[in-house]
Structures are given as C-alpha cells and as structure tokens.
C-alpha cells in the first residue's frame, strides 16, 4: 500500500470537484458582473448579481430581461456574452435596455474586466496540467514514499489557488476554498523542507500549522463578518484582512523557501544527495518566478509584479521536468 492511499483518493475527488466548481463560476460570469440564463421563449434574464460589480452599481436587478446592449439585439445568451459584451473592452461604457415590471428601461453600465474564452482556455489547460502531472508524479513513485505525497498535496493546493484566485468573490460558499489553500501552502513547504533534511523536532511542525490555522481563522471570520452584511465598510476591512494575511504568507513562503535551500545544501554537504534531493531543486527553481514576481514584492509591502495565477503557472515546468527525469531513469534499471 502506498504512503497515505486512501486520503490520496478521496483529494483527488475532492480537488477535481471543487476545481470543477471554481471554472463554472469563472465561465458564467460577465465582465458586468451578472449572470445570465436564456429562457424558453428566448428571452435573456439576470439570475444573479456579484455585489460591488458594475451591474451592482448600476442597479441592475435581478429578473431584468435583456432587450438589447447599445442598440444590438442578442440572438442567444452565447451571441450576448461571446459577441457583444466581452468585445466591449474594460471601462466602456453600455447602454442595456431592459425590462422591469413590463416598463423598458434604458441603464448604462460602466464593464469590468472579463476572462476571454481563450483565458479560459489557457487556465483549464494549466490547472489540469499541474493537478494531473502532480498525481502521476505520486503515482511514479515506490510504496511508503512520504515526499512524493507531499508533493501531491502540495501542487493540488496549488491548482486551487491558481482557479480560485480568479473566482475570489463569485460564490461564497467556494471563496473558503481559497482561504484554505493559500493559508496552508506555505506550511507544505516548510513541512516538505524539514522531509527534507530528515532532522527535525515535530514541535516546528506543530507551531508552523498553527500560524497557517491562524491566518486562515483571521481571514475566514472576516470574510464571513462581510458575506453576512455586505456592506461596503465590511469589506473594505476584508480586504485589509487579505493585504495583512497575503503579506503574511509571504513571509512564510520565503521562510520555506530558506529552509528547503538549506535543507538542500546539508544533504549536498552530508553527501546525502539523493532523487529526492534534485527533485527538490528542480523545484525550487521551478518557483522563482512566484519568489521574485509575487511573494518578494509582497513581503515587503509593495504590488505584486504578476498575479499569482500566472505565477504559479510556472510551476508545471519542475514537475514536468522532475517527472522525464524520473522516467529516464527508469529506463536506465
């Protein structure tokens, strides 16, 4: 039986599941903020509202029905979506004639950013990408071999945080989602480290959950003070929350990152230098990109200089490469 089987299973239901979730919401939503469903006499009606967004301000409501967007009448919710408002472009303004109680309305809308379907496409190839590659990597690997779990666990976090951190806001029962693979990320990494090096006292470990239960308990009660009121101050404090437990977790990760190089460099000098010792690098410079783009800038309170999602895509290249590694060995025995 392999190190960790069963729970092995049941993540990887659980990641695909809830990764699945995640691309939903992303494919729904519109650069205006609402979501749409086409009914049977093919009238186009909202059925939902993202707070805050530019539907939200515009006091859209739900149960309007769409009769044109700048004069143009949609043909199907796919011909609304696909060909009128994400060819808007960010900040143009629309005019959206409606319906509402059988009088027309005529409401213009600032739109927002919106996920292209080729953006789409990039993020769904990625996230399948890292998540698979990370399940045959656990695969590839003999029985009771307790690093290739971590890895697993590690790089589906990864696969949620690379989708969620897209979603943040769409769907509140999946932001939690969020919350918990980014507050306990960086403790993978420092636990993966301390594997690592094989010297260590599990006190380290247990103060290290603990920080990461902390941020993850901080930005979860606010987030649920802001979902249960949604008022503007409310989230204005959650968003201070996120700046707080982001700069955090950086400072966390570059605290991993401080100790697998270490823990690199002992077994380099104890002349314990080992497959698990050179996958570790590969994987070290696999994340230099999130390092110096993402995390770095962050730590020291300053923007980051890619998103996360982009910065993590790297990641696929170290467990590509660890993975040809692993099968060129195999066929060297």
């Known amino acids: 039986?392999?190190?960790?089987?069963?729970?092995?299973?049941?993540?990887?239901?659980?990641i695909i599941v809830v990764n699945f979730l995640g691309f939903y919401n992303i494919y729904k939503l519109s650069s205006d903020g609402a979501?749409?469903?086409?009914?049977?006499?093919?009238?186009?009606?909202?059925v939902y509202i993202k707070h805050f967004s530019p539907a939200f301000f515009s006091n859209l409501e739900v149960g309007d029905k769409i009769v044109a967007l700048n004069g143009k009448v949609p043909k199907s919710l796919f011909d609304l979506k696909g060909n009128i408002i994400e060819k808007g472009g960010v900040d143009k303004v629309y005019i959206y004639t409606i319906t509402r109680d059988k009088k027309i309305l005529n409401i213009p809308v600032k739109l927002g950013y919106y996920y292209s379907r080729n953006f789409f496409i990039f993020e769904l190839i990625m996230v399948f990408l890292i998540f698979f590659l990370?399940?045959?990597?656990?695969?590839?690997?003999?029985?009771?071999s307790k690093e290739s779990?971590?890895?697993?666990?590690?790089?589906?976090?990864?696969?949620?945080?690379?989708?969620?951190?897209?979603?943040?806001?769409?769907?509140?029962?999946l932001y939690i989602f969020l919350i918990i693979s980014a507050s306990f990320l960086p403790a993978i990494i420092i636990?993966?480290?301390?594997i690592l090096k094989k010297d260590y006292k599990k006190e380290y470990l247990v103060v290290t959950y603990l920080v990461s239960?902390?941020?993850?308990?901080?930005?979860?009660?606010?987030?649920?003070?802001?979902?249960?009121?949604?008022?503007?101050?409310?989230?204005n404090r959650l968003m201070t929350t996120v700046k707080i437990t982001q700069f955090s977790i950086s400072i966390m990760t570059m605290v991993g990152?401080?100790?697998?190089?270490?823990?690199i460099y002992y077994n380099i000098k104890e002349k314990k230098f080992d497959l698990v010792t050179t996958f570790s690098i590969l994987f070290l410079l696999g994340f230099l990109p999130y390092i110096f783009l993402y995390a770095f800038p962050v730590s020291f309170g300053k923007k980051e200089i890619l998103p996360v999602n982009l910065c993590l895509s790297f990641s696929i290249i170290p467990l590509l490469s660890a993975l040809i590694y692993k099968n060129y060995l195999n066929s060297k025995l």
């Not at 749409?36 to 909202?46: M, V």
């Not at 902390?214 to 802001?226: C, D, N, P, Q, S």
């Not at 990152?257 to 823990?263: A, E, H």
Request: glycine share 2%; charged share 10%; hydrophobic share 60%.
């Open 1 to 14: 039986m392999r190190y960790n089987f069963n729970l092995f299973i049941i993540l990887s239901v659980i």
């Open 213 to 235: 239960f902390f941020l993850f308990l901080i930005w979860l009660v606010r987030y649920l003070i802001f979902a249960l009121t949604l008022t503007k101050s409310n989230l």
């Open 257 to 263: 990152i401080i100790l697998m190089i270490y823990s």
């Open 191 to 194: 636990h993966f480290s301390f």
């Open 134 to 144: 990370s399940f045959l990597f656990y695969l590839s690997f003999g029985e009771n």
């Open 149 to 173: 779990f971590f890895v697993f666990l590690f790089y589906s976090l990864i696969s949620v945080a690379h989708i969620f951190s897209l979603v943040s806001f769409i769907t509140y029962q």
């Open 35 to 46: 979501i749409y469903k086409e009914n049977d006499d093919r009238t186009i009606e909202i």
